[in-house]
């Protein structure tokens, strides 16, 4: 039995290799303990030695939103608050499509430990990170979050 069409991609029984991955992710924000000036959360995962925003995939029946605040915790150690919806990213993935859909969210309380998928994170003001992040695409982000979302004073 073929599975029901859905938002995901499905185009039928030929194509169901091609389905989209579904991820989420979060632009993690804070403001300095130092300085108080905007710090943008990244994550290095040695899997893949880059450097990217907290994300990952969407469990079955998961909400985009709920995920991405899942992967923030999973991934640095921190709850969040999710703001403005940022762009979603799409790219291929191990020659599937995958879409990822982003927030802007504001840390709140946390502590990170190393794991085997992230094990750093930096905390940067945005035009460091913008260097710092592996995918050019990523950078991208940085610019969304400064222009939809403008952290409180």
Do not use: I
């Not at 993935?93 to 085997?116: H, I, M, Q």
């Not at 710092?132 to 939809?148: K, S, Y």
């Amino acid at each position: 039995m073929d599975p029901t069409p859905s938002d995901h991609g499905y185009r039928g029984p030929r194509t169901a290799c091609r389905l989209t991955v579904q991820a989420a992710g979060c632009v993690l924000w804070r403001r300095s303990p130092v300085t108080g000036t905007l710090e943008v959360c990244l994550v290095h995962r040695p899997k893949y030695d880059d450097w990217s925003w907290p994300k990952g995939k969407l469990k079955r029946g998961e909400d985009a939103l709920a995920g991405a605040l899942r992967e923030v915790a999973e991934e640095t150690g921190h709850s969040a608050v999710a703001a403005a919806e940022l762009p979603s990213a799409h790219y291929l993935a191990n020659g599937r499509p995958k879409r990822v859909r982003y927030w802007a969210a504001e840390a709140l309380s946390g502590t990170f430990t190393p794991n085997d998928e992230v094990d750093r994170v930096l905390w940067l003001p945005p035009h460091m990170a913008r260097r710092r992040l592996t995918e050019p695409r990523d950078a991208d982000l940085v610019d969304a979050l400064l222009a939809t979302f403008r952290p409180p004073a």
